[in-house]
């Protein structure tokens, strides 16, 4: 090498010596960590979380809570909208669990937690409560966090009127993936249908609600995992819905996919799952009991329930459906119900209804047991003839 070469590559060295020197550096390995004493300021805490991870040097942040009760000051609930790195996560963790460590956000507010466009944010260890009697201020949610992502919700206990935690996606092409693992719930209000306090309340939901005819790109994922609910409306939602202009149910949208695996739930009004819509489902050993109807399986393009427990229901084990137009196919996917045992229900043991007569969404059904369900086994309504 001459020593104009050296010279050269000296500079250059330099000058990206320089550059990097210039650009702010991720704090990849950091996680910077903010107490918040026993009755402190835990919004103040979620707003400097916020800074740090949209600020010049960013770095993950893990907020420990200590034990007490925190009560938001303001009807949203705990705000945490700003929230929203993709690159770097903020972990919002009760030091010693949910026993001692309360977010209470009763006739306070409608949420716990509120937030529109989260990104990468855990919530673990806490009970969210929102008790509220009359609903004529606020709706009770526990967790609410529209249009989020890599979002994860687990060991925390939900005390809650309205709702445990509800994802809402208001943008088609959004894919939100949303991890609801190992937590319980008491969600809903009340044990008549017809008395003026009485509350539907879902443990964990995933809704889109487009027009019909809309171009919907997003593949979400909703992984509902290890959790114990009991509610008064479905425990587990996924609803892919697509509306007339006046806002009815006409048909569904396939796009993305429930994971519910390994959960203990029962619901007194609709059933332990409602699924509207998506494909590629997968509804794994769970136990679905003591509740009105096991499981919704409706309109969607495929997926699979097997390993399931489903018993002791007011009314059908499984309702499969088709009702409407869907909004792509998916070759090769299929609906399958297998290895499951639904005994001691009310109803029928699997229900399958086609409202047009499409035949295109008829379940394989095999190796199940199906046994002294008050209806009879397993029964088809449908428009045309057809079997499955």
Avoid: K
Wanted: proline share 4%.
């Amino acid at each position: 090498m001459t020593m104009r070469t050296r010279i050269l590559a000296l500079a250059l060295f330099s000058l990206v010596t320089l550059v990097l020197l210039a650009v702010p550096i991720p704090a990849w390995a950091q996680v910077t960590v903010i107490s918040v004493s026993a009755g402190g300021d835990l919004q103040g805490a979620i707003n400097q979380a916020a800074s740090i991870v949209n600020g010049a040097t960013p770095s993950d942040v893990l907020i420990e809570v200590a034990p007490g009760t925190y009560v938001p000051s303001f009807f949203p609930g705990f705000e945490v909208s700003g929230i929203n790195n993709p690159l770097f996560t903020v972990t919002l963790q009760a030091a010693q669990g949910p026993s001692v460590t309360i977010i209470d956000a009763s006739n306070v507010a409608n949420n716990g937690i509120r937030g529109f466009g989260t990104r990468n944010f855990v919530v673990d260890g806490f009970t969210i409560r929102n008790r509220i009697p009359d609903q004529t201020t606020f709706l009770g949610r526990g967790i609410n966090l529209p249009n989020s992502t890599e979002i994860t919700i687990e060991n925390c206990h939900f005390d809650t009127t309205e709702a445990g935690v509800t994802f809402r996606i208001f943008d088609p092409s959004l894919s939100s993936n949303v991890r609801v693992v190992n937590n319980t719930g008491v969600v809903g209000q009340g044990t008549d249908i017809n008395a003026p306090n009485f509350v539907f309340g879902q443990g964990a939901s995933m809704l889109f609600a487009f027009p019909l005819g809309s171009s919907v790109t997003g593949e979400s994922r909703f992984d509902v995992v290890g959790n114990v609910f009991r509610c008064t409306a479905s425990c587990v939602r996924y609803l892919a819905q697509a509306l007339d202009p006046t806002g009815n149910l006409v048909g569904t949208f396939s796009n993305g996919s429930l994971v519910m695996a390994g959960n203990d739930v029962s619901a007194s009004f609709f059933a332990g799952f409602n699924i509207i819509g998506g494909h590629g489902h997968v509804i794994s050993g769970n136990r679905i009991h003591d509740g009105d109807v096991g499981g919704f399986f409706q309109n969607a393009r495929s997926g699979v329930i097997e390993n399931n427990v489903i018993f002791n229901n007011g009314e059908h084990g499984l309702f499969v459906s088709s009702f409407g137009p869907i909004s792509q196919d998916f070759p090769g996917e299929d609906r399958v119900i297998r290895h499951n045992t639904i005994v001691n229900n009310a109803g029928t043991g699997i229900v399958y209804v086609d409202d047009v007569g499409t035949q295109i969404l008829l379940p394989n059904v095999y190796n199940n047991v199906i046994a002294f369900n008050d209806a009879g086994g397993v029964s088809s309504v449908v428009q045309t003839a057809s079997t499955f």
